[in-house]
């Protein structure tokens, strides 16, 4: 799947990394590659989902193949 977003610091616990759309929808990115960890960038990546458990309780589980910015 195609994602555009804004790189966004989820502040919940130890914290993780996620993508917000202009819609809205919520992704949290497992493997967020260094270059994105940057709040407020805009992004666009593909993913794909991750079943997995996790302690976040914040939107959903996606593993980062490739990326724009």
Partial sequence: MKITGKVTKVNI???CW???TNSGKEYRVV???QQLKDEGKTV???ARPVDE???FQWG???K???FET
């Fill in 31 to 33: 493997n967020m590659p």
């Fill in 44 to 46: 666009t990546v593909t």
């Fill in 60 to 62: 959903e589980a996606v």
């Fill in 53 to 55: 458990m996790s302690i």
């Fill in 13 to 15: 616990g130890p914290g």
């Fill in 18 to 20: 996620g993508i917000i």
């Fill in 64 to 66: 980062v193949t490739t």
